[in-house]
């Protein structure tokens, strides 16, 4: 600066009164920058700000005075044999990767294990765990993963988190796998939920890995940062020595919200120029700076100097910095706002206007009038574009064929409504994320609010293979068609967008599965309730058996999948798995699919889907009203983690109300003991040796009229033969599928699974 003004000073020029206030300006901006810097440290200047090449932002710290509280703790430490120190959480073994102020912390977690030799012998194993105090996993960034040719992965809540989520990943050699690809076969993935702190991840083999031992020795479990990870047929042989994988954190202040602490400035995190945002999906709030400023929001923002750069100046004339923002005026001889953009005058000359100047401007005026027609044209070339592809869509996921066999149909039947993409989107509010009541491996469920005031749920489901599509058709045609006031009815479908929505009428009091396992609620499930639930389910499966117009197996009944309304009338859902049945066939050769737990083992060995086995899913929904207890749960002894096999040796041993609910040991003991035969023989393991639904129902129906006609004796007991169903099947033809997930809703689609029929320790 002094060498320009001694230039000017050789040159003869003077300072203008313009020039000394924009040195006044700067000088004072830069007094400003220091001063605020000052104010705003709250921390020791004498902190260590990078470990091991990972910078430390407060509010993380290492040392005394260094962090904002005790979650926000970092330890610097060397440990041999490593020649350079590693950023730890508080005082854990959990190394930190990377620190970013937009709420992410990048972190490294275990990997889960179990080996066996070549004769199957298990070796020392591990199980992956999550115990953290603060900061939980990131659900939309992190994927649980496993991987192995004959393995299945399991993550479950700890400390009260009750969920439980897995999936499989089967192959019978390296020819079948592919690198990247990580669908099932020889890798699988599935979400986590939301604010998960602690849980562990396990992982197991059904045959101790002896028919792939040559290429894939082990099972690894782990979640892992989805971005980060790239599955390799290599992992097979051995994760490449791996121990470690990267996973990301969501973190926040801990627990308040902006309200909360703003209440205390003391300790208020949010320092000067900052503002405070509080998050759904991480307890506690975060800062950013506000607008104009920049910096750290936790030890205060600074003034943004927008006139510091002249390649980036906002003015067309001088610019001004004000704290927090700027000014612009136009130089003598010109007049307007002085600013750039669209919406600014600028600066224009103060003198008459010369022929050139008018032809410029007329020049100037037929660009912006040929700039608005082209926008113009693009903008309807673009609505033409947008309506050709709802066309294309709509024949896509058949559309001419649902109208053509609606068209057919008597026009008084009330049959499935077309809805159009414009209607759903402003249902659901264009499908904002407050409106999502379930996920699940098919889709995404939303609710929405008709204009008519109707509440409804609508199912945003993923891919759906063309060739299925007629299937599809038929498939809707038929549900909707379904009045039964037991089942989820379904009210029609959109085929405009790329992959079809369903729409479903709403129910609001959570499912079965929610009111069974859960302390709170099953307290209010009597046995008359419980009962009454029971017996309004095999109905719907026996209409939907033996009374449709076309037969419907469902494929996957269980508790999850049994909604209640207000006044705990069941009503069955999710027919997203659920096949057709010609009349003139009795049985269907499919892909297995179903889930653990639930799964008929008859189904499982001979890919032969029958009416029989949503009889056998049935049977264990009776004993989870029976017991209380989950169909399938790590947590339990080995004897007792399938619950259809624990339930079938204690009526074996006569220990039946040992293990019943004890809200219900002193009910009606007859009824107990008749509805746990009932389930026995849905439980039996030949298909032809089951009731079928018409007569499981029946049955039920007259086990309720107990209760009120005491005097007339029923024979609901008739002969039936004991069922093994301990002993081991062999050489199981399992069928991979790569589609997994899991949902707390009924309309969602369940995790398909393929299980053996029992489990080995330790899986």
Not at 27 to 52: D, H, K, P, R
Not at 406 to 426: G, I, M, P, Y
Not at 533 to 542: N, P, R
Not at 680 to 701: F, N, Q, S, W, Y
Request: hydrophobic share 35%; charged share 20%.
């Amino acid at each position: 600066m002094t060498k320009q003004i001694e230039r000017e000073r050789e040159m003869g020029s003077k300072w203008n009164p313009s020039e000394i206030m924009r040195m006044m300006l700067a000088v004072g901006q830069l007094l400003l920058i220091l001063a605020s810097s000052s104010s705003s440290q709250t921390v020791s200047s004498n902190c260590q700000e990078t470990c091991g090449g990972v910078a430390v932002p407060y509010p993380f710290g290492i040392g005394e005075g260094c962090f904002l509280n005790e979650y926000f703790s970092i330890r610097c430490n060397v440990t041999p044999p490593a020649s350079a120190p590693k950023p730890y959480l508080w005082n854990s073994n959990i190394e930190i990767l990377n620190i970013s102020l937009d709420g992410e912390l990048r972190i490294h977690t275990y990997i889960g294990k179990d080996c066996y030799t070549e004769s199957g012998v298990r070796l020392p194993h591990s199980t992956a765990f999550a115990r953290l105090a603060a900061f939980p996993l990131s659900s939309t960034k992190n994927k649980f993963t496993a991987i192995g040719c004959d393995t299945f992965g399991l993550i479950e809540g700890a400390n009260g988190r009750g969920f439980s989520s897995g999936c499989l990943s089967v192959c019978t050699g390296m020819e079948d796998v592919k690198d990247g690809a990580c669908n099932g076969i020889g890798c699988c993935q599935t979400s986590i939920p939301d604010m998960l702190l602690k849980s562990n991840a396990s992982v197991g083999s059904w045959n101790n890995h002896t028919n792939v031992w040559s290429f894939n020795p082990c099972s690894y479990a782990f979640i892992v940062e989805e971005k980060s990870f790239t599955f390799s047929r290599e992992d097979l042989r051995g994760m490449r020595n791996r121990t470690l994988v990267p996973s990301v954190l969501d973190w926040a202040v801990w627990k308040e919200t902006c309200a909360e602490a703003a209440k205390d400035p003391a300790t208020f995190a949010c320092k000067a120029h900052s503002e405070c945002f509080d998050f759904a999906d991480v307890p506690g709030y975060r800062c950013n700076c506000s607008s104009g400023y920049e910096g750290n929001p936790y030890l205060g923002c600074v003034d943004i100097d927008e006139c510091g750069d002249p390649a980036k100046n906002p003015c067309d004339g001088i610019c001004h910095n004000v704290e927090g923002s700027y000014t612009c005026s136009c130089r003598k001889g010109y007049h307007g706002d002085g600013q750039k953009g669209e919406d600014a005058q600028g600066c224009i000359a103060d003198r008459k206007s010369s022929p050139l100047v008018v032809i410029l401007v007329g020049v100037g005026v037929g660009i912006v009038v040929l700039l608005f027609t082209a926008g113009f044209l693009y903008l309807g070339l673009k609505k033409r574009k947008l309506i050709r592809l709802k066309e294309q869509y709509f024949k896509q996921n058949g559309g001419l064929l649902l109208q053509q066999q609606l068209h057919e149909r008597d026009r008084t039947t009330n049959a499935a409504k077309v809805f159009s993409a414009e209607e759903l989107e402003k249902a659901t509010e264009h499908y904002d994320q407050s409106r999502i009541v379930g996920r699940g491996g098919f889709g995404t469920v939303y609710k929405g609010i008709l204009p008519n005031n109707i509440v409804v749920a609508i199912k945003k489901s993923k891919l759906v293979d063309e060739s299925q599509t007629e299937q599809f058709i038929n498939e809707v045609i038929v549900l909707s068609q379904i009045n039964h006031r037991n089942v989820v009815k379904l009210l029609g479908c959109c085929l405009e967008t790329e992959v079809p929505l369903l729409v479903y009428e709403f129910v609001n009091n959570g499912t079965l599965f929610d009111h069974i396992h859960s302390p709170s609620k099953s307290s209010k499930m009597s046995w008359e309730i419980r009962l009454r639930i029971a017996s309004e389910s095999a109905g719907v499966l026996s209409y939907l058996h033996s009374a449709a117009s076309i037969p419907i197996i469902h494929r996957d009944i269980k508790s999850t999948n049994i909604l209640l309304d207000a006044n705990y009338t069941a009503k069955v859902a999710d027919f997203g798995a659920s096949r057709l049945v010609p009349l003139d066939q009795d049985e269907l050769s499919t892909m297995v699919q179903g889930t653990l737990g639930y799964l008929d083992p008859e189904y499982l060995h001979t890919s032969q889907l029958t009416e029989k086995s949503d009889v056998y899913s049935f049977g264990v929904v009776l004993v989870e009203l029976l017991t209380g207890k989950k169909a399938l749960s790590f947590d339990r002894p080995e004897e007792e983690r399938s619950l259809a096999m624990y339930f079938l040796s204690a009526l074996k041993e006569d220990r039946l109300f040992q293990i019943v609910e004890e809200l219900i040991v002193n009910e009606d003991n007859e009824q107990v003991r008749k509805v746990a035969n009932l389930a026995k023989r849905c439980l039996r393991l030949k298909g032809e040796e089951r009731p079928t639904m018409k007569e499981v129902a029946i049955e039920l129906d007259a086990i309720r009229a107990m209760a009120n006609h005491p005097w007339v004796s029923i024979n609901l007991n008739p002969p039936e033969e004991t069922v093994h169903l301990l002993g081991q099947m062999t050489d199981p033809i399992v069928y991979a599928d790569s589609s997994t997930g899991t949902t707390n809703t009924g309309y969602t689609d369940s995790m398909k699974n393929h299980v053996m029929p029992s489990v080995s320790s330790g899986r």
